[in-house]
């Protein structure tokens, strides 16, 4: 799996945490994917002290899914509205690609924007600063 954690800081948006990833298995409830969630779980608490995190990429997996939903327990980190369907397979739409934002960000919104030939649709998001 792919892992890039990025510190932006400028006067106007103050300290950014920006964790840009790629996560392995597909398969709710892995062992695999238990420790993926559990290392990026760590990298994102310990990021936080930081400033304000954004955690973006391939999750391999939906907000729904049970070691997903403990991950976002655990750090705080919350989905936009409506995640899009960003991958299909047989026909069946899955929402594995999510932009998260923690405390003291919001993810205003997301959609999908044009293929690009991939075997995902890429995400343009909306990041509102807040309190």
């Known amino acids: 799996w792919l892992l890039l954690s990025v510190h932006l800081s400028r006067p106007a948006i103050g300290g950014l945490e920006v964790v840009l990833l790629q ?52 750090t705080g980190l919350e989905p936009g509205p409506n995640p899009p369907t960003t991958r299909s397979v047989a026909g069946i739409g899955f929402a594995i690609d999510q932009v998260l934002a923690g405390p003291g960000a919001a993810v205003a919104s997301v959609r999908t924007g044009p293929d690009a030939g991939s075997d995902h649709l890429p995400l343009i998001a909306e990041i509102a600063r807040g309190p």
Request: net charge negative; no cysteine; hydrophobic share 40%.
């Open 23 to 74: 996560l392995g298995s597909a398969v709710d409830g892995t062992e695999e994917q238990g420790a993926q969630f559990q290392q990026l779980g760590d990298l994102v608490v310990a990021r936080a002290g930081e400033g304000t995190v954004l955690a973006m990429g391939d999750f391999n997996a939906e907000p729904g899914w049970r070691q997903f939903a403990d991950f976002l327990d655990r």
